[in-house]
């Protein structure tokens, strides 16, 4: 569940896996893209973080996440930002 609103990202993390995971690291990106594909602007706005979400999460648990580009993406005419969340990776914890 990823909830995206000016460039603030909020959701849940949902533990399907038979043992506890922590430090789930997430790939964000922000790709810019252009409303005029055929002659777009020069600068290149776009970026991508990695975020780690640094909770355990039992088996079948969940833990709800939230984060705030700093510096915040820059306002600008001409496109717009579609920004993606996945999981990158994720430390299994057996006891």
Known sequence: NVAIKDGKISGELVNQTKHAVRDVQLLIRHLWQWKNEFRP???E???AVYHTVEKEIPPGGSAPFSYEPSPPLPSRPGG???TTV???GFAEVFR
């Open 86 to 88: 996945s999981v990158a």
């Open 41 to 43: 602007g020069t600068d």
């Open 45 to 47: 706005v776009g970026r």
């Open 80 to 82: 717009f930002y579609q």
